[in-house]
């Protein structure tokens, strides 16, 4: 089945830098990758999502690429502010079905 | 966005009772949800996938005649822990998909098993 690695676990970086999230998937087949934030004792939330047909996607200070070949795909987050910190998902998934979770970035944004 | 709701947001109950979650998309109809489990800084683990109008499908490990999923409706999908035990406190959380293949989280339900 599909395993979901990401890496780092925890991440600080200083407000106004840059964070970025990396996670590797082992099935081919999967062809749908969405990030989550998820802040303590919260719901997560969609940020942002990747189809395996796009390389990379971008939403404001948000943007995500995939390497198809390589099996990888990337969180990217400019000009970092103190809400962004939270924890961070990564997922795969085939046709938008079951998601397999990463383990998670624990983001902290110093002021 | 969609909306999912769940109830109760807390649960305490004794070991050797059961507990019903329930989830619900309230702007949206869902034909398939999914239940997590979540332990304290960890990752989402899928426990199962809950079919409108058909069996729930169980991840490997996940008793089914412990975790009870019931898919009544197109908007509704319960979760009864059975027989509750200690080592069943955990955070567990619903997402229902919407017809573009998105999940949208419920709140979660913390449940504590005295």
């Known amino acids: 089945g599909e395993n979901v690695e990401q890496h780092p676990s925890t991440l600080s970086v200083q407000e106004g830098d840059s964070a970025v999230i990396k996670c590797t998937y082992s099935?081919?087949?999967?062809?749908?990758f969405p990030w989550y934030k998820q802040e303590l004792g919260k719901r997560p939330q969609l940020i942002i999502d990747i189809r395996s047909n796009v390389g990379e996607k971008k939403d404001q200070r948000i943007a995500v690429t995939l390497n198809k070949t390589a099996k990888h795909f990337s969180l990217h987050i400019t000009e970092t502010q103190p809400e962004d910190s939270a924890v961070y998902f990564c997922a795969a998934s085939k046709g938008t079905y079951k998601y397999i979770f990463g383990t998670g970035t624990r983001l902290k944004v110093l002021a | 966005g969609a909306v999912v709701s769940q109830h109760p947001s807390r649960v305490i109950c004794k070991s050797g009772t059961s507990v019903k979650i329930e989830c619900r998309s309230l702007?949206?109809?869902?034909?398939?949800m999914f239940w997590y489990r979540q332990f304290p800084k960890q990752s989402l683990m899928l426990m199962a996938t809950s079919n409108e109008g058909s069996k729930a499908t169980y991840e490997q490990g996940v008793e089914k005649d412990k975790f009870l999923i019931n898919h009544a409706s197109l908007t509704l999908s319960t979760l009864t822990v059975t027989s509750a035990h200690p080592e069943d406190s955990s955070f567990y959380i619903c997402?229902?998909?919407?017809?573009?293949?998105?999940?949208?989280f419920g709140p979660g339900t913390r449940l504590t098993v005295l």
């Open positions: 997402s229902a998909r919407a017809a573009g293949g998105e999940q949208f």
């Open positions: 702007d949206f109809q869902a034909t398939t």
């Open positions: 099935d081919s087949a999967s062809n749908y």
